[in-house]
């Protein structure tokens, strides 16, 4: 796998006592071969720019960064209020990333912005199996549901709704698109609309098939519309519940800019309440 392609890239270069690249492998699932010895090549060169004679976990973590999310853009750190909302946002995520049992690992949470647009972001690291399998549970895709809408609803409770923000609108293109498909092609809204797929896998724009009437198009918004609307309240009673969680993220976030898994799971674990609520 990913473990064995890294420790063969990894023979020319000198990594120090840092680097683990079974962890590694755990931050890279999806990258190919090629992708892994482009990784491992610039953590060698931001090495070199930093006058290091050893690769550390750090100029690879860089590097991935670099490769996933584009680098790092100091503009508008000194504005308080900005690193604030940005804390508050991603430790929204992150929160409910934790308290959603079976679902993803946070391997990184950061504030720090990037020349791809993000003010930050918080960093999932998916199961291989599942990636491997393409068999997502319904229980895993409500999840992912909630942990998308975290950031909007962490706006909310802090902010109140009138001062949430467009920093979300990523995270709803994914819930649209998401919601949509389990109602559409994956049958989980069976009970209302009949088992079977409503949209072809490439959706339902003017140049694909149409597969249902006027009058069930109108039931599977309703549908969609239901699934976001659970998801929504769930996600704002978890963040309400474990409000003071919430402060804790964001106030490590403002001092230390990055967290990685440990430090999160350091914070989240003594107050965190179980994140089992449920709203129909």
């Given at each position: 796998?990913?473990?064995?392609?890294?420790?063969?890239?990894?023979?020319?270069?000198?990594?120090d006592?840092?680097v683990d690249?079974g962890v590694?492998?755990?931050?890279?699932?999806?990258?190919?071969?090629?992708?892994?010895?482009?990784?491992?090549?610039?953590?060698?060169?931001?090495?070199?720019?930093r006058?290091?004679?050893?690769?550390?976990?750090?100029?690879?973590?860089?590097?991935?960064?670099?490769?996933?999310?584009?680098l790092?853009k100091?503009?508008?750190?000194?504005n308080?209020?900005?690193?604030?909302?940005?804390?508050?946002?991603?430790?929204g995520?992150?929160?409910?990333?934790?308290?959603?049992?079976?679902?993803?690992e946070?391997?990184?949470v950061?504030?720090?912005?990037?020349?791809?647009g993000?003010?930050?972001f918080?960093?999932?690291?998916?199961?291989?199996?599942?990636?491997?399998?393409?068999?997502?549970?319904?229980?895993?895709?409500?999840?992912?549901?909630?942990?998308?809408?975290g950031?909007?609803?962490?706006?909310?409770?802090?902010?109140?709704?009138?001062?949430?923000?467009?920093?979300?609108?990523?995270?709803?293109q994914?819930?649209?698109?998401l919601?949509?498909?389990?109602?559409?092609?994956?049958?989980?809204?069976?009970d209302?609309?009949s088992?079977?797929?409503?949209?072809s896998?490439?959706?339902?724009g003017?140049?694909m098939?149409?597969?249902?009437s006027?009058?069930?198009?109108?039931?599977?918004?309703?549908q969609?519309?239901?699934?976001?609307?659970?998801?929504?309240?769930?996600?704002?009673?978890?963040?309400?519940?474990?409000?003071?969680?919430?402060?804790?993220?964001?106030?490590?976030?403002?001092?230390?800019?990055?967290?990685?898994?440990?430090?999160?799971?350091?914070?989240v674990?003594p107050k965190?309440?179980?994140?089992?609520?449920?709203?129909?």
């Amino acid at each position: 796998g990913r473990l064995a392609i890294l420790k063969v890239h990894a023979r020319s270069k000198p990594l120090d006592g840092s680097v683990d690249l079974g962890v590694v492998a755990a931050r890279t699932t999806g990258f190919s071969g090629a992708s892994l010895a482009n990784l491992l090549n610039e953590a060698a060169i931001v090495t070199a720019r930093r006058d290091k004679d050893e690769v550390s976990i750090s100029e690879i973590e860089y590097a991935l960064d670099r490769l996933q999310v584009g680098l790092e853009k100091r503009t508008g750190m000194s504005n308080q209020k900005r690193q604030e909302l940005v804390a508050y946002h991603e430790a929204g995520h992150a929160l409910i990333g934790v308290l959603e049992d079976g679902y993803d690992e946070v391997g990184k949470v950061t504030i720090v912005p990037r020349t791809n647009g993000a003010g930050g972001f918080t960093l999932f690291m998916p199961s291989d199996e599942m990636q491997d399998s393409g068999m997502y549970p319904r229980k895993y895709l409500e999840a992912r549901l909630r942990v998308a809408l975290g950031g909007r609803v962490a706006e909310e409770v802090i902010y109140g709704a009138k001062e949430i923000t467009t920093g979300a609108s990523n995270d709803l293109q994914v819930v649209a698109d998401l919601a949509r498909r389990m109602v559409t092609q994956w049958g989980f809204a069976g009970d209302e609309l009949s088992y079977t797929a409503w949209e072809s896998p490439d959706g339902s724009g003017m140049m694909m098939p149409k597969m249902a009437s006027e009058e069930t198009q109108e039931k599977v918004d309703a549908q969609v519309e239901k699934l976001v609307n659970k998801a929504y309240a769930s996600c704002k009673a978890m963040m309400v519940e474990n409000r003071a969680v919430l402060d804790a993220i964001k106030d490590a976030l403002i001092d230390e800019e990055t967290i990685d898994k440990d430090r999160l799971l350091e914070i989240v674990g003594p107050k965190a309440g179980t994140g089992a609520t449920v709203v129909a």
